[in-house]
């Protein structure tokens, strides 16, 4: 088996793919199961945000895996492949660790993916997807994650995608504090951005969640009301600004409904920032007036504003991560001799068994015990060294030297010049 690392994200696929790829909280258990039990991988790991949709696995046939993934989205191969990069061994081990570490991130240093990566190994470990080679991949992940941001600037100055849609909301909106701002969603995503405009003092926060209970938590820490999606028809007239992120795999948001409510706001500007994948807001939207809709694809320009500061840190980010990289390969490579240890060291002890076992029957025999050692330790010195004897008296010239260095290698021997 071998590691490998498939997936797509937002510098190889544009947003209409990436919703095609994701996989939504609901679905990512039997998704594993699926994909364990189709044969196409022994472990695996499925990572799925709004920027990227990846699979981590221990796999003998990575093509199975690329087939299963277009199957399990109901698309062609082809249609995927343009998109998809395929990593192996050290490139799917760096490529973990400069996702973990913010390197591979639209805002460059973001910390909102290591917690994500996290819960997706949670996922896989309540699957029971996660098997060692894996387990001990991702732990090595988020310790490697752990130095780059404690021994580096990574994080420094740092503007995420919520402060963009704080900017974005601004260029519109002079004062966001006479503004009512809707909140669609109650996940990590939603809470980040309601904290970021809360702080702003709107005049009005809403957030609808499909449980009542879970919207109802968030609004006790930031303020505002609480609503079910149902009620979403009547109330997106009375909102200015709409951030919207659930998991959703239809669009909250459709046409109809935006077309309603800007005719019940007699057209005033309606701003709404679409943070979801599969998107929550149908593409349609962005065509009517008076509508300023982003996605996350369009934050992305905002976000590079404060990357130049934090290049430098990616220099010594990187070093961190080659170093560990070539650690955690060393790490792999001495797994593979672990089943000839074991094996070499079962044919000793049946080896030792069968010595001792003679040596005591002589003992019980009332054999001198003295006589009975030297005979026990003669027998297990020809049993130990008859293999590799013979191995070199058979060997053909042509490999007698690289053998006889090899010898002298496992048997630390010094032979007089």
């Given at each position: 088996?071998?590691?490998?690392?498939?997936?797509?994200n937002?510098?190889?696929a544009p947003?209409a793919?990436?919703?095609?790829?994701?996989?939504?909280?609901?679905?990512?258990?039997?998704?594993?199961?699926?994909?364990?039990?189709?044969?196409a991988?022994?472990?695996?790991?499925?990572?799925?945000?709004c920027?990227r949709?990846?699979?981590?696995c221990?796999?003998?046939?990575?093509?199975?895996?690329?087939?299963?993934?277009?199957?399990y989205h109901?698309?062609?191969?082809?249609?995927?492949?343009?998109?998809?990069?395929?990593?192996?061994?050290?490139q799917?081990?760096k490529?973990?660790f400069?996702v973990?570490s913010?390197?591979?991130?639209?805002v460059?240093g973001e910390?909102?993916?290591?917690?994500?990566m996290?819960q997706?190994?949670?996922?896989?470990?309540?699957a029971?997807t996660?098997?060692f080679?894996?387990h001990k991949?991702?732990?090595?992940?988020?310790?490697?994650?752990?130095?780059?941001?404690t021994?580096t600037?990574i994080?420094?100055?740092?503007?995420?995608m919520?402060a963009a849609a704080?900017?974005?909301?601004?260029?519109i909106?002079?004062?966001?504090?006479?503004?009512?701002?809707?909140?669609?969603?109650?996940g990590?995503?939603?809470?980040?951005?309601a904290?970021?405009?809360?702080a702003?003092?709107p005049?009005?926060?809403?957030?609808?969640?499909?449980?009542?209970?879970r919207?109802q938590?968030?609004t006790?820490r930031?303020?505002g009301?609480?609503?079910?999606?149902?009620e979403?028809?009547?109330?997106?007239?009375?909102h200015?600004?709409?951030?919207?992120?659930?998991?959703?795999?239809?669009?909250?948001l459709?046409?109809?409904?935006?077309?309603?409510?800007l005719?019940?706001?007699k057209?005033?500007p309606?701003?709404?920032?679409?943070l979801?994948?599969?998107r929550d807001?149908?593409?349609e939207?962005a065509?009517?007036?008076?509508?300023f809709?982003?996605?996350?694809?369009?934050l992305?320009e905002?976000v590079?504003?404060?990357?130049?500061?934090?290049?430098?840190?990616?220099v010594?980010?990187?070093?961190?991560?080659?170093s560990s990289?070539?650690?955690f390969?060393?790490?792999?490579?001495?797994?593979?001799?672990?089943p000839?240890?074991?094996a070499?060291r079962?044919?000793a002890?049946?080896?030792?068994?069968h010595?001792?076992?003679?040596?005591?029957?002589?003992?019980?025999?009332?054999e001198?015990?003295?006589?009975?050692m030297?005979?026990?330790s003669?027998?297990?010195t020809?049993?130990?060294?008859?293999?590799?004897t013979h191995?070199?008296n058979q060997?053909?010239?042509?490999?007698r030297?690289?053998?006889?260095?090899?010898?002298?290698?496992i048997?630390?021997?010094?032979?007089p010049?």
């Amino acid at each position: 088996m071998q590691l490998f690392a498939f997936g797509i994200n937002h510098q190889t696929a544009p947003l209409a793919v990436r919703e095609q790829i994701a996989f939504d909280v609901e679905t990512m258990e039997p998704a594993l199961h699926n994909l364990v039990e189709q044969n196409a991988a022994k472990e695996a790991t499925i990572l799925s945000t709004c920027n990227r949709t990846e699979v981590y696995c221990s796999t003998q046939a990575p093509e199975k895996i690329i087939k299963w993934l277009a199957n399990y989205h109901q698309m062609e191969e082809r249609e995927i492949e343009p998109y998809l990069y395929t990593l192996s061994r050290e490139q799917a081990v760096k490529h973990a660790f400069r996702v973990a570490s913010g390197l591979d991130s639209m805002v460059l240093g973001e910390p909102q993916i290591l917690g994500q990566m996290k819960q997706a190994v949670r996922y896989a470990e309540q699957a029971g997807t996660l098997g060692f080679l894996l387990h001990k991949l991702f732990q090595r992940t988020f310790s490697v994650a752990k130095d780059v941001r404690t021994q580096t600037e990574i994080g420094s100055n740092l503007i995420s995608m919520a402060a963009a849609a704080v900017k974005l909301a601004e260029r519109i909106y002079p004062s966001i504090s006479e503004q009512s701002v809707l909140f669609i969603g109650a996940g990590e995503m939603i809470e980040l951005n309601a904290v970021h405009f809360a702080a702003r003092s709107p005049r009005q926060i809403t957030v609808a969640n499909r449980t009542l209970e879970r919207a109802q938590v968030l609004t006790r820490r930031i303020g505002g009301q609480a609503i079910t999606l149902n009620e979403l028809p009547e109330q997106l007239a009375h909102h200015d600004i709409i951030v919207t992120c659930t998991a959703s795999p239809l669009p909250i948001l459709g046409k109809g409904m935006v077309e309603r409510a800007l005719k019940q706001r007699k057209h005033r500007p309606l701003f709404i920032v679409d943070l979801a994948v599969p998107r929550d807001v149908e593409a349609e939207v962005a065509e009517l007036d008076d509508v300023f809709l982003y996605t996350v694809d369009d934050l992305a320009e905002v976000v590079r504003d404060g990357q130049e500061a934090r290049k430098g840190a990616v220099v010594e980010a990187e070093v961190i991560i080659d170093s560990s990289v070539a650690n955690f390969i060393h790490w792999m490579d001495s797994r593979e001799v672990v089943p000839t240890i074991r094996a070499l060291r079962d044919n000793a002890e049946r080896h030792r068994r069968h010595e001792m076992e003679k040596a005591l029957r002589l003992l019980a025999k009332g054999e001198d015990a003295a006589k009975v050692m030297e005979v026990l330790s003669n027998s297990l010195t020809n049993k130990f060294l008859h293999a590799p004897t013979h191995t070199l008296n058979q060997v053909q010239a042509n490999e007698r030297e690289a053998f006889l260095d090899m010898m002298h290698r496992i048997y630390h021997l010094h032979t007089p010049e």
